[in-house]
């Protein structure tokens, strides 16, 4: 219905543009040519009387800076939007405008200047703005107020609870009520608004180094008093003797030996005068809410005990397990900061030289997985025991950047060389650690995890997958990716960070700079690395996004924490078009290639050194191919034994089939050139260079690099150290030498056809040479010099050239060698006629007789020489 409409539509709009140049053309002749043209568009200036520039934050639709055409416009350049041409900085959004563009500040941040916007990243001091600090006060009563980014909350101060009936909003917490008396029986629970104390009864007084008010006081009377454990809560003390004012040692129980005692099987039993502590083991600290030489103390191991996650068998990890557990043994508080060093390097030395750990990669990838969470943990309990800011930076480039303290209001901002991060302290706290001692914030950043986390899969999820296929207008299979910074760890005191109340900011800073431009399915991502439920894991971007990217950092946020780095992403962007094309065009090859094989085979009038070489390429190319649709697809993403068989298999059977091509040029050369020197090369001879060759070139690449077999997304070589040279390079060798032989074969038949019969029309002989060309540029493999100049895959000129050339191979080689052949036509006739149940006549065989007389005359003819 609109299609009448739109064709009549635009020859007419076309033929008013054209009028109106014919109609400006006498004006712009009669002004001198520094006039103005009228035409210019909205957005735009005159450059003179024919053609204009766009303004300032503006483009063309070309893309030229100074246009003539009247179908031009000047559209606005959106400085923000990707590839972002502008950086803010930290803590800023860039909102574009039409023409031009400005930064501000992101919620809950404001301009030190206090100006709304800014220009550019120097300008940048954006900060946190502290609610708390307003006037009038946030927090009503005894409420504490906590500043969150671009927010606050107001909390109750440890020793109140939530008040919803009263009005106040915090009451006071009678601990003296609820539950267990949590003072010694020798002492009387005093309440107080946020706290308690334990004091003396009247006439008793706290024993020898016990003072009177903590939770752990103990006092004594004008007699001497002991207490059972079981006793320790009891509102009456036991009366054993009426013994001196000084209790006697030797009227003491020793709960620890006889085994009455009540300590958690972490820790160790130590007794005192009339009761008993429980104590920590030597390299172990309390957890979280308890506190060491107390009767409830319960700790845990600051070294847990390492072993090599399920199917790996690594001496070096071995090794390296033995060293952690001597660190464990040796552990002393004060020493900390050497056991954090001793540890660092020794996972340094472990990624430097892996030796055995470059095993197969879902293997290294649980490696990986399993030092990043215990490296965690190990590193957050030794902050425990520290007070402070340590920083340490090791031989092998890793860096620890740890702050200690008592909790504070507002943000912290932790890092070094490799990464930064900015993040409110109430995230630190947690639940569980609040008024428990000082917080602990960490950042680890390694560069030689990358060892182990190369060729990581990638989990891309669907809203980016959407995007990516919006912007590219064609299927995304899937992305390969890069780390482009040090692998960055961080750890809190506060150990639920699966989804945090306000995002943390990064800013990663880049192994190399990015100066060169990326490409159009090329992007600089923030990825965490993700666990599952295997023990391995992959690369995820889920609530983690890039704020801005310059030549040396990048900037992200996220609601979560984990193991994060910035990634180059390399979009595997599928053209359905040139996806149909291989596949159909393999499949008509590898019909016609076996109808090749059977033919070489079964027809005897064409035996020879030549069929052999024939059949031979046609065999290989068969294999090849037919192993190309079944497995070159990696559906797992992940580079397991199958994929790199199928990988070698590939190698194998191409480089053997470019072999057979190279001695099809031989062939070609002996036959054409030196036709009277002796014949080709022996059958064992043309056995030993096409299949023993390949052999030798991937026996040595497997032996070289034999994980360069395999990629993330399809079961071939390897880019990565010039591996995929393996291949080319011998294929460049023997394109290279077959493109010569074509050459001088093309034009000895050019002197041949003249010497025979130089009354030959013109347009025949240069028929007859060019089909002789082509199909000489198939049989020699020639057509694949396509594929060595595609340099750039957005190129679809070559990519579709190249691709329909070679997938239709099978194809040109049985119309060139079977179809075109006079006694492979005959057989085929004759093969019809006994499946039609029809004999040869006599008259087909005296005329196939008598035509074979003049078969010298006819050597050089394309259609019977097999060439």
Not at 261 to 273: A, D, G, I, K, M
Not at 659 to 666: I, P
Request: proline share 5%; aromatic share 8%; with cysteine.
């Amino acid at each position: 219905m609109g299609g009448p409409h739109r064709s009549g539509a635009f020859p007419s709009f076309l033929f008013f543009h054209v009028l109106c140049v014919l109609l400006t053309l006498p004006e712009a002749g009669s002004q001198n040519s520094t006039a103005c043209a009228r035409w210019c568009p909205p957005n735009s200036s005159c450059v003179d009387g024919t053609s204009c520039r766009c303004l300032p934050g503006f483009s063309s639709s070309s893309g030229s800076e100074i246009f003539t055409s009247l179908l031009e416009s000047c559209d606005d350049i959106n400085e923000c939007g990707p590839p972002s041409t502008v950086s803010c900085g930290q803590s800023a959004d860039c909102k574009n405008t039409e023409g031009s563009y400005y930064c501000t500040c992101i919620p809950g941040y404001a301009l030190v200047s206090g100006a709304p916007t800014f220009r550019n990243e120097s300008e940048n001091t954006c900060r946190d703005v502290d609610e708390c600090q307003r006037k009038p006060r946030i927090c009503k009563g005894r409420s504490i107020c906590i500043n969150t980014e671009g927010s606050y909350t107001c909390q109750c101060p440890p020793g109140l609870e939530l008040n919803p009936e009263g009005p106040e909003p915090c009451k006071d917490v009678n601990e003296c009520t609820l539950g267990p008396n949590p003072c010694h029986n020798s002492t009387h629970c005093l309440n107080f608004v946020g706290r308690y104390e334990c004091r003396c009864r009247p006439g008793w007084k706290p024993i020898p180094g016990s003072p009177n008010g903590p939770n752990d006081t103990i006092c004594e009377g004008s007699e001497p008093r002991f207490y059972t454990p079981g006793d320790q809560h009891s509102k009456h003390p036991i009366t054993r003797s009426a013994a001196p004012h000084k209790p006697s040692r030797m009227n003491d129980v020793d709960v620890c030996s006889s085994g009455q005692h009540q300590c958690h099987n972490s820790t160790v039993c130590s007794n005192t005068v009339g009761s008993y502590t429980c104590h920590c083991r030597r390299g172990w600290l309390p957890k979280a809410g308890f506190q060491d030489k107390q009767v409830t103390t319960v700790c845990e191991e600051i070294f847990a005990t390492w072993t090599a996650p399920p199917g790996i068998k690594s001496q070096n990890l071995s090794r390296f397990f033995e060293k952690v557990q001597s660190m464990s043994r040796d552990f002393q508080p004060d020493s900390a900061q050497e056991t954090i060093q001793d540890l660092i390097t020794s996972v340094d030395d472990l990624l430097n030289i892996p030796g055995d750990l470059g095993m197969d990669l879902a293997a290294r990838h649980r490696i990986a997985t399993f030092l990043l969470s215990n490296l965690e943990e190990v590193l957050r309990m030794l902050a425990k025991t520290m007070n402070g800011s340590f920083t340490y930076h090791s031989p092998g480039d890793t860096e620890l950047s740890l702050v200690v303290q008592e909790p504070v209001n507002g943000n912290i901002t932790v890092g070094q060389s490799h990464a930064r991060m900015l993040l409110n302290w109430t995230m630190a706290i947690g639940a569980r650690e609040s008024g428990n001692g000082p917080t602990v914030v960490g950042i680890l950043s390694s560069p030689n995890m990358q060892k182990l986390l190369a060729n990581a899969s990638f989990d891309l999820d669907s809203e980016k997958h959407a995007e990516l296929e919006k912007i590219h207008g064609c299927p995304v299979r899937g992305a390969k990716v890069s780390l482009f910074t040090a692998v960055s760890s961080v750890f809190l005191s506060n150990r639920n960070t699966d989804k945090l109340d306000s995002n943390v900011t990064f800013a990663f800073s880049h192994l190399e700079e990015t100066q060169q431009k990326l490409g159009p399915r090329q992007e600089l991502i923030c990825a965490f690395w993700k666990n599952d439920n295997s023990g391995s894991g992959s690369w995820a971007t889920s609530g983690c996004w890039k704020l801005g990217s310059g030549n040396k950092s990048t900037t992200c946020q996220c609601n979560h924490l984990s193991s994060f780095a910035v990634l180059m992403a390399h979009y595997d962007v599928e053209d359905p078009k040139l996806a149909l094309i291989t596949k159909v065009g393999l499949a008509l090859s590898l019909v016609c290639l076996l109808l090749c094989i059977l033919t070489f085979l079964l027809v005897r009038p064409i035996q020879g050194s030549r069929t052999t070489v024939h059949l031979h390429l046609c065999i290989c190319l068969f294999v090849g191919s037919a192993i190309f649709l079944a497995g070159i697809e990696n559906e797992g993403g992940e580079v397991g034994m199958r994929c790199r068989l199928v990988a070698g298999l590939l190698h194998y059977c191409f480089l053997a089939a470019f072999c057979w091509m190279s001695l099809e040029g031989v062939e070609l050369y002996f036959l054409v050139v030196r036709v009277f020197q002796g014949e080709g090369l022996k059958k064992r001879w043309l056995c030993l260079i096409g299949y023993g060759v390949p052999l030798l070139i991937v026996a040595i690449s497997a032996a070289v690099n034999s994980q360069g077999y395999g990629r993330t997304l399809y079961c071939w070589l390897e880019h990565d150290k010039g591996f995929l040279w393996s291949f080319l390079g011998p294929v460049t060798f023997i394109v290279l030498c077959n493109a010569v032989i074509f050459v001088i074969t093309v034009w000895k038949l050019t002197q041949k056809f003249s010497e025979i019969n130089p009354d030959i029309k013109k347009l025949k002989k240069a028929r007859v040479l060019t089909i002789t060309a082509i199909a000489q540029l198939v049989v020699l493999g020639c057509t694949w010099v396509f594929g060595l100049f595609l340099f750039d895959p957005q190129s679809w000129v070559l990519s579709y050239t190249f691709t329909i050339l070679n997938c239709l191979q099978g194809l040109f080689l049985f119309v060139l060698y079977c179809l075109l052949n006079k006694k492979v036509r005959e057989e085929y006739r004759k093969w019809a006629c006994m499946v039609a149940g029809n004999k040869y006549s006599e008259f087909t065989t005296s005329t196939s007789g008598s035509g074979s007389s003049h078969s010298q005359t006819r050597a050089l003819r394309p259609s019977e020489s097999g060439m």
